[in-house]
């Protein structure tokens, strides 16, 4: 599970990289005046643009590894899958507002606050549609195995009775 969990990291850190600085490249783009690929607070706090850049990448890269990394609670088979959803979602939410305060990818408190709701009403809504497509995948297989077993008692039903006429 540990080879699994460094491989999802090590997948999800260059997601992060990809994401986070794509996003802010793009967001820069666009923005009024000149092209800022990081936040000023970043860049004051770095000294300048390349040292800010750099640490944004990196965060973005550690948040992408941990998002991705921390999947592996849903192969912790002593966890139920609502605690392991908690706890993957908790970690999530937990480790973006720190992120984001220090990498300025929100102004305010506030605004921290409502990303981080809507990540977890984001969470839930996937979480509730793979509950519901899981729940009628286990109703289908267990009414095939419902099928199997009554073809299985008729078999041995007509053996017997095909035994008794034999003796």
């Given at each position: 599970m540990l080879k699994k969990t460094l491989k999802r990291a090590l997948i999800g850190f260059l997601l992060g990289i990809i994401l986070g600085d794509g996003i802010a490249i793009m967001t820069g783009l666009f923005s009024e005046g000149n092209f800022r690929p990081v936040a000023v607070t970043l860049e004051q706090m770095c000294g300048n643009m390349a040292a800010a850049f750099l640490i944004q990448t990196i965060l973005?890269?550690?948040?992408?590894?941990?998002?991705?990394?921390?999947?592996?609670?849903?192969?912790?088979?002593?966890?139920?899958?609502?605690l392991a959803s908690i706890c993957h979602c908790l970690l999530i939410v937990i480790l973006y507002i720190p992120t984001s305060l220090f990498l300025?990818?929100?102004?305010?408190?506030?605004?921290?606050l409502i990303m981080a709701g809507i990540q977890i009403a984001a969470y839930f809504?996937?979480?509730?549609?793979?509950?519901?497509?899981?729940?009628?995948?286990?109703?289908?297989?267990n009414e095939l195995q419902q099928k199997i077993q009554k073809q299985s008692q008729s078999s041995e039903k007509e053996e017997k009775y095909h035994e008794k006429e034999n003796h």
């Open positions: 973005s890269g550690v948040y992408g590894a941990v998002c991705f990394g921390s999947v592996s609670f849903y192969e912790i088979e002593s966890l139920p899958l609502a300025g990818w929100c102004e305010t408190i506030w605004d921290h809504m996937i979480w509730l549609i793979l509950y519901c497509s899981y729940r009628k995948e286990v109703r289908k297989l």
